[in-house]
C-alpha cells in the first residue's frame, strides 16, 4: 500500500504529505504537557486571572489563523522579544523553518486539547483523589496514579483530534513559516500552491482527497480510542 | 483516646461539636441526615479544614486551630471507608487494596495482605475491576484497602447505607469481626440504629451540628430522655454478654450479663464468646411477685429504679439487674394497679431478645 501510494505521488507531493504528519506529530507532542496544564489550571485552580487564560488559550479558535501567524512571527521572529533570545542563546530560529510550522501548528490546535482534557479533568470524581489522599498519597504521586490515567482518554482523544486537524493547518503556518517545498510545505500549503499553478488541478484534486482521508480517519481512531480506553477504565456500568 | 471538638460555618448550617472516647474501641457518631456527622468524620481524616478547634487521636494533635496546625490528610493516617466505596476504577482490586499498603510508613504495624483478603472474603475478586464487582463486595474491598493502609484511626462514613438489606446482612458481620480482630480505634457514621447496637462501644448522638449525648453505648441506650434513640420501634437497652453454657438437652444457650443471666434458643457459638442483646421495652413485663407456671423462659429479679415518661398512656420503667439497667413500657394504668414506686422489687419478664454474636475477645 505505501508502494502504491508513493507510485500514485510525485516525490514532490509525498514530501508534503510526510511533512505534514511531522509537522502534526511535533506540535501533539509538545504542546501536549502545557495543554494538560492549562486543562487543570482552568478546571481546578482557584486563582486571579484565571479567566484571563481562559480567554488567551481559547483566542486561536476564534481569531483569524492569520493573525496569530502574524502575532508569532512578531514575537518569535529574528528580531522579535523572544525569537532574538532564541536566536542569541540556542542559535534557534523559528522563522520559516518545520520546528516553526509545528509551533503555528501547535498553537492553532492549543485549545482543542486543552478542552478535551479539561472535560475529562471535571468528569474525574474528585472523592477518588480524596481517597488516595487518605491512603498516604501526596500531590504529584496522586495526579500521576489517580488522576492521569483517569483522565487518559480525554488526554488521547485530544492529542488525536489536534493531530487531524494539525495535518490542515493553513493560515497560521503560511504566514510564520512560509511555504517552502520540504521545509514548511505541508499538505493543505501544497494543495493551496497547486491551485496557484496552471495545470495543478489533479495535484490539488489528489492531495485533498490524501487530506480529507486522513482527517476522517484521525476522527474515527479518536473515537474508537476513547471508548477503547472507557471501557479499560470500567465506566461502562457507571 | 479521641478528643474531638468542631466548630465550622456552612451558608445555613453551623456545626458545634466536641466529644471524646476511649481508644481502642468503635465510637459510633449516629444522628439524622444533615445533622453534620460526616462532616466531622470528613475534618478528622483532614478533608475538611474546620474553622476552629482540635482533634487528637492518642495524643496525636491532627488539627488545632488555635496553634494553626493542620496535619495534611495524607500524613495523618486515617484508613477512610466512604459510603460510596470510591475504589481507583482503572485498578485491580489486587492493586486498590496495595495503594495504601504501598505508602503505609514502614514501620507500622498492621494486618498483612493474605490476612485481610482472608478476613474480607474476597480471594476470588483479587484479579477483577472494581466495576465487575456488587455493591458489597464494593465495600469489603474498600474496607481493605483502609485497613492495609495501616491506619492510625479507621475513618466509616455510613459504610452500608448505600447497600439493600441483602448486602447489608453480608457486610455487618465482617465489619464486627474486625472489631475485636484489631486493635485499631474505629470511628463509624450512621443513621441506622441497628449498626449502632451492633457495633458502637461509645455512642455520639448528634443533631443540627450540636452533640446531644456521648457516652457508653449501654449508658445512653438506657436513656429515656434521647428521642432520637426512640426512632427505633421502641426504647430498649443494649447488654454485652458472655456465652456462660450450652444446654444441649434443652436446647439452650446461656448468657451472663453483669448481674444475671439469660437463657436463649441454643445459637452455635462457643464458651465465653461475647454476644450483645438488645432488649426491647415493650419486651419487658413485670410483675410484683414471682409468677408462677409461665412459659416465658426469662424471670430476674430486679429493682424499680425509676418511672419515666413513655406515651400518652404507658410509661417507662427503669430497672436495675445487678449492675444492670433494663427498661420495660407498662400502661400507666398498671402503674397505679400494682402501685409501683421507686425501690420496689419486681420480677421482670423478658419475653424476647435480639442478639448478636461478636468476636471472642470481648468488648475489651
Not at chain 1, 523559528?94 to 478542552?115: D, E, H, N, Q, Y
Not at chain 2, 460526616?38 to 488539627?63: C, D, K, N, Y
Not at chain 2, 499498603?101 to 474476597?122: Q, Y
Amino acid at each position: 500500500m505505501l508502494e502504491a501510494a508513493t507510485g500514485w505521488l510525485t516525490a514532490e507531493e509525498w514530501e508534503a504529505v510526510r511533512l505534514s504528519l511531522s509537522v502534526a506529530l511535533r506540535s501533539v507532542v509538545f504542546g501536549l504537557p502545557p495543554a494538560v496544564l492549562a486543562a487543570w489550571l482552568l478546571a481546578r485552580g482557584r486563582f486571579p486571572g484565571r479567566s484571563l487564560l481562559d480567554a488567551a488559550v481559547h483566542l486561536p479558535l476564534v481569531m483569524p489563523p492569520v493573525v496569530v501567524g502574524w502575532l508569532l512571527l512578531v514575537t518569535f521572529g529574528v528580531r522579535g522579544p523572544v525569537g532574538s533570545l532564541l536566536n542569541d542563546w540556542f542559535g534557534l530560529r523559528l522563522v520559516f523553518t518545520t520546528g516553526g510550522a509545528a509551533l503555528a501548528t501547535a498553537v492553532m490546535s492549543f485549545p482543542l486539547i486543552v478542552r478535551a482534557v479539561r472535560l475529562s479533568l471535571e468528569a474525574v470524581d474528585q472523592g477518588l483523589e480524596d481517597a488516595a489522599r487518605t491512603l498516604g498519597a501526596g500531590p504529584f504521586d496522586r495526579f500521576f496514579t489517580i488522576t492521569l490515567p483517569l483522565i487518559s482518554p480525554g488526554i488521547l482523544s485530544g492529542a488525536i483530534t489536534a493531530f487531524a486537524a494539525g495535518l490542515g493547518e493553513f493560515g497560521a503556518v503560511i504566514t510564520f513559516a512560509s511555504n517552502i517545498p520540504g521545509q514548511t510545505q505541508t499538505l493543505p500549503l501544497a494543495i493551496y500552491a497547486a491551485t496557484q499553478t496552471p495545470g495543478g488541478e489533479a495535484t490539488a484534486a489528489k492531495l485533498a482527497g490524501v487530506s480529507f482521508a486522513l482527517a476522517v480517519s484521525g476522527l474515527l481512531l479518536a473515537e474508537m480510542v476513547s471508548r477503547r480506553m472507557q471501557r479499560l477504565l470500567g465506566r461502562e456500568r457507571g | 483516646m479521641l478528643e474531638i471538638s468542631l466548630r465550622h460555618r456552612f451558608p445555613g448550617f453551623a456545626l458545634d461539636a466536641a466529644f471524646t472516647a476511649p481508644t481502642p474501641g468503635v465510637t459510633v457518631i449516629f444522628g439524622p441526615s444533615g445533622c453534620g456527622k460526616s462532616t466531622v468524620l470528613a475534618a478528622v481524616a483532614g478533608l475538611l479544614r474546620p474553622a476552629e478547634g482540635r482533634i487528637s487521636v492518642g495524643g496525636v494533635t491532627l488539627f488545632d486551630g488555635g496553634a494553626k496546625k493542620f496535619v495534611a490528610p495524607e500524613k495523618r493516617r486515617c484508613g477512610v471507608v466512604f459510603q460510596d466505596s470510591r475504589l481507583f476504577p482503572h485498578l485491580s482490586v489486587e492493586s486498590n487494596l496495595r495503594y495504601g499498603l504501598k505508602r503505609a510508613p514502614k514501620d507500622a504495624e498492621g494486618p498483612g495482605f493474605d490476612e485481610v483478603v482472608s478476613l474480607l472474603g474476597i480471594e476470588a475478586l483479587l484479579g477483577r475491576r472494581p466495576a465487575a464487582l456488587s455493591g458489597g463486595e464494593k465495600q469489603r474491598v474498600a474496607l481493605g484497602r483502609a485497613l492495609l493502609s495501616r491506619p492510625a484511626l479507621l475513618l466509616m462514613d455510613e459504610p452500608l447505607a448505600a447497600l439493600d438489606a441483602a448486602r447489608k446482612a453480608e457486610v455487618l458481620p465482617y465489619l464486627a469481626r474486625l472489631r475485636h480482630r484489631l486493635r485499631i480505634p474505629l470511628l463509624y457514621v450512621t443513621h441506622a440504629l441497628d449498626e449502632v447496637d451492633r457495633l458502637a462501644d461509645t455512642l455520639v448522638l448528634m443533631q443540627a451540628g450540636r452533640v446531644l449525648a456521648a457516652g457508653p453505648l449501654e449508658a445512653l441506650a438506657a436513656r429515656t430522655d434521647l428521642p432520637m434513640l426512640a426512632g427505633r420501634q421502641d426504647a430498649g437497652v443494649v447488654l454485652s454478654c458472655r456465652v456462660a453454657a450450652q444446654d444441649e438437652a434443652r436446647g439452650l444457650t446461656r448468657l451472663d450479663f453483669p448481674g444475671g443471666s439469660l437463657v436463649v434458643p441454643q445459637a452455635a457459638l462457643a464458651l465465653g464468646h461475647a454476644v450483645r442483646l438488645r432488649i426491647q421495652a415493650r419486651d419487658v413485663a413485670i410483675a410484683t411477685s414471682r409468677p408462677e407456671g409461665l412459659s416465658v423462659q426469662n424471670l430476674l429479679p430486679a429493682t424499680l429504679a425509676a418511672i419515666e415518661p413513655g406515651g400518652a398512656h404507658d410509661v417507662l420503667l427503669r430497672l436495675a439487674v445487678g449492675d444492670s439497667i433494663l427498661l420495660s413500657r407498662v400502661t400507666k394504668d398498671a402503674v397505679g394497679r400494682l402501685g409501683l414506686t421507686p425501690g420496689l422489687p419486681v420480677w421482670a419478664l423478658i419475653k424476647a431478645v435480639a442478639f448478636f454474636a461478636e468476636g471472642r475477645d470481648g468488648a475489651g
